[in-house]
């Protein structure tokens, strides 16, 4: 990108996108570390629509979906979640990077409920490295805080569920 080369011939177009991309991500990980660490998002939950938190998150990613060429399912309604609003900003920030991450171009992540489970569903591209783990660690530990019911599928497939209250 730095050098006006091959896919990141465009990079003008994206740059300012991508930074505002990660500010926001460095923004996620001080609230952790900092003012929203995991003990002080204690008792500040709320019934909040998964839709419009994760319609900002998506807006968010908006320059890696593209660059991608992903496509978004996201079969999601009026379903509520019972949590802090700040907790699920950062859990669907999480979920939706790897979903991103993982993803090979061109395919689907798809976002719905099923069987009282929130999911969001990404074919993992094979020749992707692992990342570290801290993204999914957070989420696990978040969703921990608020004793809400998760489960992973990992295969061909990688699913992440949370239970629905």
């Known amino acids: 990108m730095k050098y006006n080369v091959g896919k990141y011939k465009n990079r003008d177009v994206y740059i300012d996108e991508c930074i505002d991309l990660v500010d926001h ?3 996620n990980i001080q609230q952790i570390l900092s003012e929203y ?3 002080n998002l204690k008792d500040d ?3 909040i629509q998964i839709k419009d ?3 900002s998150v998506l807006e968010k990613y908006d320059v890696l979906i593209h ?3 992903l496509r978004i399912q996201n079969d999601l309604k009026n379903e509520t979640m019972y949590i802090g609003k700040a907790a699920l900003n950062i859990i669907l920030s999480n979920l939706i990077s790897n979903a991103i991450n993982y993803t090979h171009e ?3 992540i798809h976002i719905g409920i099923e ?3 929130f999911f969001i569903q990404n074919k993992q591209d094979p020749t992707q490295s692992k990342g570290n783990g801290l993204g999914l660690y957070i989420v696990r530990n978040l969703l921990d805080n608020y004793k809400m019911k998760y489960e992973t599928i990992e295969g061909e497939k990688f699913i992440f569920k949370i239970k629905l209250k």
């Open 25 to 27: 991500l460095t923004k």
């Open 115 to 117: 069987q009282g489970y």
């Open 53 to 55: 938190i994760l319609s």
């Open 106 to 108: 061109k395919d689907t």
């Open 37 to 39: 660490s995991i003990e």
């Open 45 to 47: 939950e709320e019934v």
């Open 67 to 69: 660059q991608k060429e």
